[in-house]
């Protein structure tokens, strides 16, 4: 049964829990979900096949494909009154604010697929988050930048459907070139899952308290809020961003990196786990590269995240430390390739995450051995100390 396993990978990480789902080895920089190599699955597979795989265990079959599919559409609109949600935020609020508010507010609508009760219901569940994720993403932003919001299309695979929502206008349908579809499409598979993550931790953690998907997944969007996890690639661009326009030396930057008290960080890079390359960094740098060949764009920043990663890497502070790009370091010069503004940066890593969010829950759900997690601590605090009245203290 899974909490009762204590795994140490050498590095002081110990693991308490045991998960089928994906394998990271941080030596060899593999990362396999269900056993598929994270480079086939980015290079072949859609999102969708990709969370399939994620949440049912296996690649699905053309017909469970096509199911699922159907489960998707069906599930991609809101309930009409969630739209008053929507009216009640102030414009400026934070898409990952209002992303795990709506996602939370999905059961006051009383889904059936909250009391999963057996597969199908699962299933239909599954499906129901995925969609409404992205549809609320894309709604938050249309708010947000007060424009009408536009509703799914039923002829869009996942990832168009998306752009779609975020860049259509009455007068104008928006369609994405096959090179912008395929950089979303890969963005997200290669965000779909990376095992015992902070964000996926505490799913498990709310999770094994026995709560339903909506508001385990609700408490992961928030997990991931935070700047040294999901809110790591728009901290990147800002990064980069600054290097460009204060015209800062890549060499400077670096040594106020290794600088602790500089407070200055090389966003995008380290890693927990990886002591070489994050083999999603590796597959986003050639797809950033592609990507603006393709738009026949260049963006200053990918020089400069090439430049920072060169200097980074000659470095002996970074390469004794075995601090290397990370997954974050050029995911957001995808997402501003595409069009995608800075503040929703985090929302894509969470639509990304989601199929992972979504599994996790389900091997915590489906463990009838599974226990409540309740980790241990080390008391390092006053020893027995007596009450005084205020006079005495
Ligand atoms: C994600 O867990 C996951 O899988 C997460 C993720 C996922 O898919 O879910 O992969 C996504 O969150 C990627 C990480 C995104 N965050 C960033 O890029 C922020 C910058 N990175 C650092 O904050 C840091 O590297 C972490 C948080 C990612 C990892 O931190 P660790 O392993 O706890 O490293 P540490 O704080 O113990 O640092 C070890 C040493 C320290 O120096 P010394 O005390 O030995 O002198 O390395 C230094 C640190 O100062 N260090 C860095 C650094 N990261 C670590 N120095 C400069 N720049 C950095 N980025």
Redesign the pocket.
């Known amino acids: 049964s899974t909490g009762l396993i204590t795994l140490d990978d050498g590095y002081g990480n110990t693991g308490s829990c045991a998960s089928a789902i994906t394998f990271i080895d941080g030596e060899k920089g593999i990362l396999r979900y269900r056993g598929v190599p994270i480079e086939d699955l980015a290079a072949r597979s859609s999102f969708i096949e990709t969370a399939e795989l994620l949440i049912f265990g296996e690649l699905p079959d053309p017909e469970a494909r096509d199911e699922f599919r159907q489960l998707l559409t069906e599930n991609s609109a809101l309930h009409r009154d969630m739209r008053k949600h929507f009216d009640g935020f102030p414009a400026d609020a934070h898409p990952m604010a209002i992303l795990s508010a709506m996602i939370n507010a999905l059961q006051a609508y009383d889904l059936p697929e909250i009391h999963i009760t057996d597969a199908s219901g699962f299933r239909r569940a599954a499906a129901a988050l995925l969609a409404k994720t992205r549809t609320i993403a894309a709604a938050s932003y249309k708010s947000h930048i007060g424009q009408p919001i536009a509703y799914p299309r039923y002829d869009m695979p996942y990832a168009e459907n998306f752009l779609h929502m975020m860049f259509s206008v009455p007068y104008r349908d928006y369609e994405p070139t096959p090179e912008v579809a395929h950089a979303l499409n890969m963005f997200l598979v290669l965000h779909a899952d ?1 095992e015992q ?2 964000s996926t931790s505490t799913v498990r953690m709310v999770a094994s308290g026995g709560a339903n998907l909506f508001a385990s997944v609700s408490a992961g969007v928030n997990a991931l809020w935070g700047p ?3 809110g ?1 690639n728009m901290a990147v661009v800002e990064m980069l961003s600054r290097i460009h326009q204060e015209k800062i030396p890549v060499s400077r930057y670096i040594d106020q ?1 290794k600088d ?1 008290s500089s407070g200055v ?9 990886y002591r070489s390359f994050d083999p999603r960094a590796q597959i986003l740098k050639e797809a950033a590269h592609s990507l603006l060949e393709s738009l026949n764009v260049t963006d200053p920043l990918l020089d400069i995240a090439r430049q920072v990663e060169e200097a980074a890497l000659a470095d002996d502070y970074f390469r004794e ?1 075995r ?1 290397y790009p ?3 370091f050029y995911s957001g010069i995808i997402l501003r390739a595409i069009g995608i503004p800075t503040d929703m940066f985090t929302v894509m890593f969470a639509i990304g995450r989601t199929p992972g969010w979504i599994a996790h829950w389900k091997e915590i759900h489906d463990n009838a051995a599974q226990r409540i997690h309740r980790p241990r601590q080390l008391y390092v605090g006053e020893p027995l100390t007596q009450w005084l009245p205020p006079a005495e203290r």
């Open positions: 990376h993550n902070c040294r996890h999901g790591a990196a602790r960080r090389l966003m995008g890079f380290g890693h927990r786990i430390r601090l990370n997954v974050d």
